[in-house]
Nanobody
Framework: QVQLVESGGGLVQPGGSLTLSCVAS????????MGWYRQAPGSKRESVAA???????NYADFVKGRFTISRDNAKNTVYLRMNSLKPEDTAVYFC??????????WGQGTQVTVSS
């Protein structure tokens, strides 16, 4: 089992920045990729960014150049730095972890609201 706990969401004005954190615990040695998804009201959950255990990153086109995913292996933590936020970035952001055993785990989500 892998447990994920997100933090760092909140209300920010357009053009502002936020950093989300996701702390993993449990059998994290099985995890090979961690990422962030988001889900806006009435919309499907969509992938935002991912990072492998080797540090390879991948981003959705709509966040390229604005968001940065990183990880601190010593702290078992993945971060999502979000710059130049737009109202359309408003969503619940979920941390996820995929394991070598094809298991998928989710955090509880953290709300990000971009509004003036």
């Amino acid at each position: 089992q892998v447990q994920l706990v997100e933090s760092g969401g909140g209300l920010v004005q357009p053009g502002g920045s936020l950093t989300l954190s996701c702390v993993a615990s449990g059998t994290i040695s099985r995890v090979y990729v961690m990422g962030w998804y988001r889900q806006a009201p009435g919309s499907k959950r969509e992938s935002v960014a991912a990072i492998t255990s080797a540090g390879t990153t991948n981003y959705a086109d709509f966040v390229k150049g604005r968001f940065t995913i990183s990880r601190d292996n010593a702290k078992n933590t993945v971060y999502l730095r979000m710059n130049s936020l737009k109202p359309e970035d408003t969503a619940v952001y979920f941390c996820n972890a995929d394991t070598y055993k094809l298991e998928r785990y989710w955090g509880q989500g953290t709300q990000v609201t971009v509004s003036s």
